[in-house]
């Protein structure tokens, strides 16, 4: 059988990317010394671009390779989101930056579109190796380069895992197809279960879920906030799509029906691997001095109670269970991204430079633990709402223990979070607390702007409905 | 038959792997992995992908393993003397030995020509390529932008 | 109508006048606000004559007058409403005790001439007055109540007058507390009446008693057996009296001897009806009433302080009425306790005439003792005098007013029958006569050596303080005739004096003056000699039998407990879990921080150990 | 939208008044807005008070699928505490004209004046819920910011114990709604709905018991009880104020509000536990007031034995005493808000709050001595007074039921005399020891008697005549009384 | 079928002892050696069964791969050039300054 070749139109939102990725790079051959903003508005428009051909572009089509528009749509509109936020706040030289950026977002974009696993590893690849190169790019130290590489090698891993995986699985039906059939018609094998479980460790990897979290943290600590910003919120909402695509199979993904799991047998240890993941990640946390080092474990507790969604979601979950999904990762894009920029900002990395830095920039130290707020799940804030329908959707889909999990945690992040908040505001200013508040530019100020207006969304409860059909209309 | 020649190519691609897991200098292992490269250039030649094989000794056994002698080259020198030792003899008498078994198979099963060689590869061949180029265009691009990152890894580097 | 606004004036006057001294003599002249009060207390005197009139020729129909202001509160089922009550028991009351009011404000004028906060005083006075007036005439239980708290607030402030003395403040303290403990048993009395029967007010309580269960009967009674016993100071609750003497002389005067003390006789009184359900309560207030009588006599009788003196003989004449209500006799103890109050004011304001003339600066020493003063009779003869016609009365001798209203205690006694009862009642008449008449001997007519006070330059005191003084001599001597018309009011027949129980009262006073006689006059120097000779007993008795040592030891106690209680436990086990609670999650953070040590190879070790993990379980579960 | 603006009107008024430029002109503008909000209150619920239509006057917006709808309304019980809290506020804010701080103190009283009129008004558990977690948080600021020396421990202390008990409440309402659901098929957090349905069965008692906890950290019942001295001890006087004055009631109205109505069965099984719980809670506060040697540590353990009048009242289940405990809780704000106030003045002058510090007050400052002796002593329940009315109530409501416990509940009245006296005795009667700092302390100013006035006329009229708050309370009351 | 085992069997192993390169070796090069021996041995899996149901996807995947395989490689090799050049040793010792 040889399947029909894609119509281009199909890849309409990924062109004027692609354009601005070669434009980006032909900046930089003209001007040297102004290239790195060039490069920053070429991107930009181009990201902008494509954003508005999502919506105007390709009606839906569903061909054998690639998906356009519903579901898929949701999530690539979400890549640009971030795409965005970095490329309006990263202040680095040169137009390298912006190019690997484009790249890994027309990665993430062939994820999201994915309907095989050849295409998706393909996506993996391309979202995965320019993140590596960015790590050390935006700033280039011996700290930096230590990161990419363990970075690059855990990342290497994974995808070798994921590539295994995936030979077996053609080895299997003989496809590559992310349909159901094939080796599962015959029931689910054990072949099947461990080609599922590479291609999903890959994914468990991508998001920083516990047995693979360990190089989170340093990648975050060591690399540009901006990267932090992005990775912990693009990246880690690809690999949660991986996860999704892999346990449900692309047919019964599109927007409400969710009819049999390609692999089922993905609720037996999802809930351990969520619970352990937001243990960890809450523990190690509560240790830490080195405040971005603190976000990447905080990242990882907001995983695990995704991750628990996620399990609701799999087990039966219908259109809420995913709006739920959306609504945390939304919560977590305007979050993360306002932590982020206010570390860089303030160009503040330990907790004792925090100290007391509320009697020097009370407006950036109120939006700061507005921020930690939101992170800790303190009601009126979006955080609240995002943390209240995971426990909502936990106690309707029967997973009481998950939810009490949940809301351990949550006592467990308010202890360093409103550490945080605690250190800021009543302690005396500490001699390495930065003098003057921070003075962001046009853009940066843009982004913090929406953050906090985001954060305080957490008064209306419809919220997470209005998404959902926001996002799937 | 050419399942034993296939036998032969991964047992020896295996052992060549295990030896270069436990050679102590870089360069043992880098010429290992050559060795494993090649036997599985072999095998894929003798599952009847012809042009993959070749296209996995050029680009695996030429490109790949060039950068591998420049890195090793550039590493410290303790790790890359030159092979010594008696490992490093039998390595070699293996790395002869092995494809002189396999051609033996083959002609001895030459009566009858490998399965896979008879299906006219060719079509097989020509098949992919076609496909590459229709319904995998798309991928084929994402895998040239993937070696355009790699290309502005490399670019960055000159940059400084 | 002229009821209504004699009523009215009952209320209407004490408040107005408080209001106007505190808004406007207090800033602008402070040394005049004696003034107001004097009028307000006059004017309540008019009106309750005039009712008392009323009553007693039967104009006011049923002898009794009541008039719901309005609903204080409404809660469930319950209804309470606040209102007045005027019958013959509140307004006999009420007639003497807003007589002696007027009077001890006039002394009171005098007496805190010199006083700096002298409005202060005023107000305080004043309020005191109201507080008594509102509880003789309130018609609930819960009014009175309210009013009764207001009469302990009142004799908290008063005592802690001079609150630059450690004694008059721990005075104070313990009075209001004590008082407190006795006003927690009345509380749970009407409690228990609410829960019963949904309302406190008089006349529907006593209706409706035979709804009440008879162990809820018996405990209301013995409740409120047990408030009316703190707050007239009978035997357990007695300790605050003595010390109360702190205060000002007309404060112990007025409240510690003729109004306030005897609010708890006139609540056992208006709970006549609910006492006669319960005969064993009746009988252990007889018993309590005769014990307290004894034991004070039995102090009084060794004290040196002249105010202390008096304080234990209004003990010991309260155990008397107590006795009268526990005997049945109404009419007895309230006779009595309308006469006492005349002659015990009197009593006090001479001492106090005494304590003023022997000492120029007042707040300095409050206190005469007996060694200070002797002979005082040449200097201060009004006083004397004076102190003598109180003292006969205490005793009573004939003609005098404690004459008919001993008797006619001693008519209830001699009535049940109880030849024990009644040898003891005439024995406590006997100690009554024995210490007045010691505490007269030694004070004013006996000079002895042991007496070195600073008589010489005694004076007699001013004008305001010698007319109420006489004033009341006069009372003193009257009030027997105001036997027929009280008992008219009371609805009581009136009581015919037999002959023998009246031989019997004249005789053991008598023994009782020649006793002390004997004591003091005939051998001077013999109350030092006995003093000296039995400092064991003199102990004991100065310590009422160790009762006074027993409570301070309780307070002690639970304060000791509420140390314990409040110190370092409460802050540090609590702070210590917390502690602990935190520490353990820090801790473990600190293990797991072990595996994360930023090798790469352990990174990519425990990967790969996950994803075999992983692979096995979902392998092996199917 | 009449409702709408009682926590509305706060809350905007923060954000402006912590953005103003000068520190005058947001602590006139903080003044002038709570002013308005207890005008605004007063004019809008007053007819209401008298007429019947109490519960007529409320507001509710659609139900969104989760069943959460914007729904609020105002009844007996919730309508005194909304004036309680405006009317603190107001005088929280006029207390601290003095002190130097910046606007964000007055937003935050601003910010927590709006959440607890929000928690009062709401009838939708999640609203109740989501004001109920934003009133702590300017509180935590108040506390930690401007505090006395302590004040950082405090904070976190407030803020640990405070949260322990959200979460446990967060999930007991999810878990309330979602058996709801299961009984009933229909997703509501409406609390009038939810009373429909009995909730039955073993889960109703965990669902119990974690609503419970919630209430009783914020009440706080005695075992739960260790933030309270000390947040109140390092909060700044008006923070105090406002902390034993109405955020206190939180719990208690979430018992009146969710759990008697919700669980009637239960809370009667619950009486003599939770009853019990409230003795303990007034015989603790009595003795601890006793033995401590700080004025305001002892004020705030007195709030501690107040409430547990309320908790006895409450749980005797009675009319009476339901009436009484609800009374209890206005009288409470009144009388230890005055406290604080005053402690508070003390301090502001002389920057010492020991009992041994001061000494012969009364002559130097007779007014301020006459204003705390009259407060005090509605603190201690003088009869008369408005202490006396609630505790009498709530004491005779317990006494319909169980004797003993309304006996040991009257010990507590004993007790009241004996930390109340010699408190006032040591600072206003006792001569000055060797370090006071009595001589410095001049006598309430102008203000700071408009403030003290306000206070003694309410608890005069309370005490003497509090008929048309009982009768304001009558309709809420029956419903809950089971007996 | 016992050439479907003899694939299996010799790509499990490969895939195996390409993670133990990575588990074991502390030379950063040597780590890299391991990863392209887990990409060949999918890729040997892959061609093996392409080729012997003649289904060309196969094929052309495994081409894509190789690319894949081989940008990966470079990215990773230019990592290491730069860790060289900095601390003139890629060992995974040298680079454990991030951690807690």
């Not at chain 1, 508005?52 to 890549?79: E, K, N, S």
């Not at chain 4, 910010?111 to 009129?117: I, K, R």
Request: aromatic content about 12%; glycine content about 10%.
């Amino acid at each position: 059988m040889t399947p029909e070749s894609i119509p281009l139109s199909l890849f309409a939102p990924q062109l004027p990317i692609a354009g601005a990725l070669a434009g980006a790079l032909l900046a930089g051959m003209f001007s040297k010394h102004r290239s790195g903003t060039l490069a920053r508005i070429i991107g930009a428009a181009g990201v902008l671009a494509g954003s508005a051909l999502l919506f105007w572009g390709p009606p839906y089509a569903d061909t054998w390779l690639v998906r356009a528009g519903g579901i898929a749509r949701a999530w690539q509109l979400f890549f640009h989101l971030a795409a965005l936020a970095f490329l309006a706040s990263h202040r680095a030289q040169g137009e390298q930056p912006v190019a690997l950026l484009l790249a890994a977002l027309l990665g993430m974009d062939l994820i999201a579109a994915a309907n095989d696993l050849l295409a998706l590893y393909l996506g993996l690849e391309l979202m995965s190796l320019p993140t590596y190169l960015l790590v050390y790019g935006l700033k280039p130290q011996k700290r930096s380069l230590e990161a990419a590489v363990k970075y690059f090698f855990a990342g290497g891993a994974a995808s070798g895992m994921f590539l295994f995986g995936l030979s077996i699985w053609y080895a299997g039906t003989g496809t590559t197809a992310l349909a159901p059939g094939g080796m599962l018609d015959r029931g689910p094998s054990s072949a099947a279960s461990l080609a599922f479980v590479l291609m999903g460790s890959a994914a468990l990897f991508k998001v920083g879920a516990f047995p693979f979290h360990f190089w989170l943290p340093d990648v975050y600590e060591a690399s540009e906030p901006e990267l932090g910003a992005f990775m912990s919120t693009a990246v880690k909402a690809a690999g949660f799509l991986m996860l999704m695509l892999l346990s449900i199979g692309h047919s019964s993904f599109d927007p409400i029906g969710n009819s049999g799991a390609l692999f089922p047998n993905l609720g037996a240890w999802l809930p351990v691997v969520s619970v352990a993941t937001m243990t960890v990640g809450n523990l190690l946390a509560l240790r830490q001095t080195n405040l971005r080092r603190l976000l990447g474990y905080s990242s990882i507790a907001h995983v695990g109670t995704l991750l628990s969604a996620v399990w609701v979601w799999q087990a039966g979950g219908h259109g809420e269970e995913l709006a739920t999904i959306w609504f945390y990762l939304g919560a977590t894009l305007f979050m993360n991204t306002g932590a982020f920029l206010f570390l860089k900002l303030a160009g503040i990395s330990q907790v004792s430079e925090l100290r007391g830095y509320g009697s020097r920039a009370p407006w950036a130290a109120a939006f700061f633990a507005l921020m930690l707020l939101s992170l800790g799940g303190i009601p009126p804030t979006s955080g609240f709402l995002a943390k209240f329908y995971v426990v909502w959707d936990l106690l309707k889909g029967g997973g009481i223990g998950l939810a009490a999990a949940v809301a351990f945690n949550s006592l467990l992040g308010l202890g360093y979070y409103l550490n945080l908040i605690r250190v800021m505001a009543l302690e005396e200013p500490g001699q390495r607390t930065p003098a003057e508040p921070p003075r962001p530019d046009a853009g940066t100020a843009l982004v913090l702007l929406c953050c906090a207006a985001a954060a305080t969304v957490g008064f209306l409860p419809e919220a997470r409905e209005w998404l959902f059909t926001l996002m799937t209309l | 038959m050419a399942a034993t020649a296939l036998a032969i190519c991964g047992g020896c691609a295996v052992l060549f792997a295990a030896f270069a897991l436990f050679q102590r200098t870089l360069y043992g292992s880098a010429l290992c992995l050559l060795a494993v490269l090649l036997q599985v250039g072999a095998a894929y030649f003798l599952i009847g992908a012809p042009l993959l094989g070749l296209i996995q000794v050029l680009v695996y056994a030429g490109a790949v393993m060039v950068l591998l002698v420049v890195a090793v080259m550039s590493s410290p020198p303790q790790l890359n003397e030159p092979w010594a030792g008696g490992t490093a003899k039998w390595l070699a008498w293996l790395a002869v030995l092995a494809p002189a078994a396999e051609l033996l198979s083959l002609l001895r099963a030459a009566s009858g020509a490998p399965a896979a060689l008879q299906r006219a590869p060719a079509a097989l061949e020509r098949q992919m390529a076609f496909l590459l180029f229709g319904p995998y265009a798309p991928l084929t691009e994402i895998a040239g932008l993937l070696v355009l990152v790699a290309a502005l890894s490399i670019l960055r580097e000159s940059h400084e | 109508m002229m009821n209504a606004c004699a009523v009215g004036t009952l209320f209407f006057a004490p408040v107005s006048a408080l209001l106007l001294g505190f808004f406007v003599f207090r800033p602008y002249w402070p040394r005049k606000t004696h003034w107001p009060m004097l009028a307000s207390c006059a004017a309540v005197t008019v009106a309750s004559i005039h009712l008392a009139v009323q009553i007693h020729d039967g104009r006011i129909a049923g002898g009794s007058w009541e008039l719901t202001a309005y609903r204080w509160a409404c809660a469930g089922s319950w209804r309470v409403d606040f209102g007045v009550l005027v019958d013959g028991l509140s307004i006999s009351v009420l007639g003497m005790v807003s007589l002696v009011s007027t009077l001890i404000h006039v002394y009171a004028a005098g007496y805190m001439a010199e006083d700096p906060s002298f409005c202060r005083f005023f107000l305080y006075f004043h309020f005191f007055f109201l507080s008594m007036v509102g509880l003789l005439v309130s018609n609930n239980y819960l009014q009175m109540y309210v009013f009764w708290e207001g009469v302990g607030l009142a004799s908290y402030l008063l005592i802690g007058f001079w609150y630059e003395k450690e004694a008059a403040r721990a005075a104070a303290w313990k009075a209001f507390l004590t008082n407190r403990i006795g006003d927690v048993a009345f509380m749970l009395a009407v409690f228990l009446l609410l829960r019963g029967l949904g309302t406190a007010r008089f006349s529907e309580v006593f209706q409706r008693l035979p709804e009440l269960s008879s162990s809820t009967l018996t405990a209301a009674a013995f409740l409120l057996f047990c408030g009316a016993a703190a707050k007239s100071a009978q035997f357990p609750l007695h300790v605050w009296l003595p010390d109360a003497m702190e205060g000002p002389t007309p404060v112990s005067a007025l409240m510690h001897a003729a109004t306030m003390v005897t609010a708890g006789v006139f609540l056992l009184a208006r709970s006549m009806p609910i006492l006669e359900e319960v005969p064993g309560v009746l009988a252990a207030a007889a018993l309590i009433g005769l014990l307290t009588s004894l034991g004070a006599a039995a102090i009084g009788a060794m004290k040196r302080d002249l105010k202390r003196v008096l304080a234990y003989s209004t003990i010991s004449q309260l155990g008397l009425m107590v006795l009268a209500i526990g005997t049945g006799n109404l009419f007895g103890a309230v006779f009595q306790l309308i006469t006492h109050g005349f002659f015990k004011a009197l009593l006090f304001l001479c001492a106090g005439s005494v304590i003023y003339s022997m000492h120029d600066s007042l707040s300095g020493a409050t206190t005469v003792t007996v060694d200070d003063a002797g002979g005082l009779s040449k200097q201060l003869p009004v006083t004397s005098g004076a102190f003598l016609i109180a003292a006969l009365a205490l005793s009573g001798i004939p003609p005098l007013a404690g004459f008919f209203s001993k008797d006619a205690i001693l008519e209830g006694v001699f009535a049940t029958g109880s030849k024990a009862l009644s040898v003891l009642a005439l024995l406590a008449a006997a100690g009554s006569s024995f210490y007045i008449f010691r505490l007269l001997f030694l004070t004013f007519l006996g000079d002895r050596p042991e007496q070195r006070g600073p008589r010489a330059h005694a004076h007699e005191p001013g004008f305001r303080m010698k007319v109420p003084v006489l004033a009341l001599a006069v009372f003193s001597a009257a009030a027997g005739s105001l036997g027929e018309p009280i008992a008219k009011v009371l609805g009581k027949e009136a009581p015919h004096l037999s002959l023998v129980v009246s031989a019997a009262g004249f005789a053991f006073a008598g023994l009782g003056i020649l006793a002390a006689y004997w004591a003091t006059m005939l051998r001077p120097g013999f109350d030092w000699a006995w003093r000296r000779a039995q400092p064991e007993l003199e102990r004991i008795l100065d310590d009422d039998f160790g009762w006074q040592s027993f409570t301070a030891a309780l307070a002690r106690g639970v304060l000791g407990f509420a140390k314990l209680l409040a110190g370092p436990w409460e802050r540090k086990t609590w702070d210590a879990f917390t502690e602990a609670l935190a520490d353990t999650f820090v801790g473990l953070g600190e293990g797991l921080s072990f595996f994360s040590r930023g090798a790469l190879n352990d990174y990519l070790w425990w990967m790969i150990l996950g994803a075999a993990a992983l692979a096995s379980t979902v392998v092996l579960c199917f | 939208m009449l409702l709408t603006w009682l926590w509305l009107a706060p809350a905007a008024a923060m954000l402006v008044v912590w953005a103003l430029p000068s520190r005058r002109l947001s602590r006139a503008a903080a003044l002038a807005v709570s002013a308005g909000v207890l005008a605004y209150s007063l004019w809008l619920l007053a007819p209401y008070a008298a007429g019947e239509g109490l519960l007529r006057l409320e507001e509710s917006g659609r139900a969104g699928p989760l069943g959460i709808r914007y729904h609020l309304a105002v009844d007996g019980i919730a309508l005194p505490l909304c004036w309680l809290t405006a009317l603190l506020s107001a005088l929280s804010i006029a207390a601290s004209w003095k002190a130097d701080v910046p606007n964000a103190f007055w937003a935050s009283f601003l910010g927590l004046e709006s959440a607890l009129m929000g928690v009062f008004l709401s009838r939708d558990l999640f609203y109740f819920f989501i004001f109920w977690d934003m009133a702590l948080v300017p509180m935590f600021f108040i506390i930690g910011l401007w505090g006395s020396e302590g004040r950082r421990k405090a904070a976190l202390k407030f803020a640990l114990y405070t949260f322990l008990g959200s979460l446990s409440l967060l999930i007991g309402l999810a878990a309330l709604a979602t058996f709801h659901h299961g009984a009933t098929g229909v997703w509501t957090w409406d609390m009038g709905e939810l009373t429909r349905t009995p909730v039955m069965g073993r889960a109703a008692i965990w669902i119990y018991a974690a609503l419970a906890l919630g209430f009783a950290v914020k009440i706080p019942v005695f075992p739960l009880h260790n933030w309270l001295p000390d947040a109140h001890t390092e909060a700044p006087a008006a923070g105090s104020v406002m902390l034993a004055g109405s955020m206190l009631k939180m719990g208690l109205f979430g018992f009146l509000r969710i759990l008697l109505p919700v669980f009637p069965e239960l809370s009667a099984a619950a009486l003599p536990f939770l009853g019990g719980l409230g003795v303990v809670n007034i015989l603790y506060g009595a003795f601890c007031a006793m033995a401590q040697s700080d004025l305001k540590r002892l004020v705030a353990f007195t709030s501690v034995s107040h409430l547990g009048f309320c908790l006895v009242g409450i749980f005797s289940l009675t009319a009476a005493g339901i009436a009484g405990g609800s009374l209890q809780m206005l009288n409470h704000g009144l009388s230890t808000g005055g406290l604080f106030l005053l402690v508070g003045m003390l301090y502001e002058r002389a920057h010492r709050r020991g009992l041994s510090d001061f000494g012969a007050l009364a002559s130097r400052t007779p007014v301020f001595a006459f204003f705390f002796c009259f407060i005090l002593l509605s603190s201690i329940g003088l009869p008369g007074l408005n202490g006396f009315v609630g505790e009498m109530l709530s004491l005779a409501g317990m006494a319909q039921v169980s004797r003993l416990l309304a006996a040991l509940g009257l010990l507590g009245a004993v007790l009241a005399a004996a930390w109340g006296l010699p408190a006032f005795q040591a600072v206003f009667w006792a001569p000055p020891g060797t370090d006071s700092v009595s001589d410095k302390i001049a006598d309430l100013d102008l203000r700071e008697r408009a403030i003290l006035w306000v206070l003694l006329v309410l608890i005069l009229w309370i005490g003497l005549y509090p008929r048309p708050l009982l009768e304001l309370m009558e309709p809420a009351v029956s419903a809950l009384a089971q007996r | 079928m016992n050439s479907s085992l003899l694939v299996w069997g010799a790509s499990g192993s490969l895939f195996i002892l390409g993670a133990a390169f990575l588990v074991l070796r502390r030379q950063l090069i040597a780590m890299i050696i391991g990863l392209e021996l887990m990409i060949n041995a999918a890729n040997l899996n892959i061609v093996a069964y392409a080729a012997r149901r003649g289904d060309a996807a196969g094929l052309a995947a495994a081409m894509l791969v190789i690319a894949a395989a081989a940008a990966e490689a470079v990215v990773g090799l230019s990592l290491i050039l730069n860790l060289l050049r900095e601390e003139g040793a890629a060992e995974s010792d040298r680079i454990r300054e991030l951690s807690g």
